[in-house]
């Protein structure tokens, strides 16, 4: 996939490698690919935090286009994820920046692709936002918050939690774990929260706080540590 502000393009595999043309959804800053129905074709999820929502600028929403036997599907109509979405906690709100990034990756273990999404300036600190796969795809049924300040999280004051975020199993027991970047914390030398996931999906209980290597609290260095997570 290519994303760009105005379009995300999308190259189906070939025999032979990437298709030279390919499809075209709505554009945005992040994009990640999961099977969020279990139907066998992977669907795409576009992050556009900066995209207004209701007349609510910057107030952020996720595109998810489903896949098919012939590539994004034609017949289904692409969803439109923001925080006035049934069933997604808080409201949008100026620059809240839901959709700063996404990422998936079946954090519940059933199957199913879920969906990571940071919001990056919620209340001026950031968070993200869970939205669980199922047999009809994405909604809003059982979706949960992650906090910066909830109970268990390591603590490190920043303004953009949830600006990077990824689901991957980084300790090999087959369950993804969720990483969540914060560029802004500690003075801007920046941190990344890694959470554990347990049959629920990621706990705060055991998770931990990465801070940038070689820099000190006391240090004026300004790396941005977690702007980006690959």
């Known amino acids: 996939m290519t994303v760009n502000s105005k379009t995300t393009q999308v190259l189906l595999g070939t025999s032979t490698g990437f298709s030279a ?17 279990k139907d066998g074709y992977g669907d795409v999820a576009v ?62 273990g059933d199957g199913y692709a879920d969906l990571l999404v940071g919001v990056s300036s919620e209340n001026n600190r950031g968070g993200a936002t869970v939205l669980k796969g199922s047999a009809t795809g994405l909604n809003g049924s059982g979706a949960w918050w ?34 969540i970047g914060d560029c802004s914390a500690n003075g801007w030398r920046g941190a990344v929260w890694s959470l554990p996931s347990n049959a629920t999906g990621p706990v705060t209980t055991g998770s931990k ?17 977690g702007f980006l997570l690959g």
């Open 21 to 37: 043309t390919g499809k075209t959804m709505t554009g945005g800053e992040s994009a990640t690919v999961g099977d969020f129905d």
């Open 47 to 108: 992050g556009r935090g900066w995209a207004d929502v209701a007349g609510v600028t910057a107030a952020g929403r996720v595109g998810v286009a489903y896949g098919s036997s012939s590539g994004l599907s034609t017949t289904r109509s692409t969803w439109s994820i923001s925080q006035s979405s049934a069933g997604l906690p808080g409201t949008p709100e100026e620059y809240d920046h839901f959709g700063s990034d996404v990422s998936a990756g079946d954090v519940t």
């Open 146 to 179: 992650l906090s910066p300040d909830a109970a268990g999280m390591p603590h490190a004051y920043g303004t953009d939690f949830g600006n990077s975020v990824r689901v991957r199993d980084t300790n090999g027991d087959g369950r993804p774990d969720t990483a």
């Open 209 to 225: 706080i990465i801070s940038a290597p070689g820099t000190s609290a006391g240090s004026d260095l300004s790396t941005e540590f």
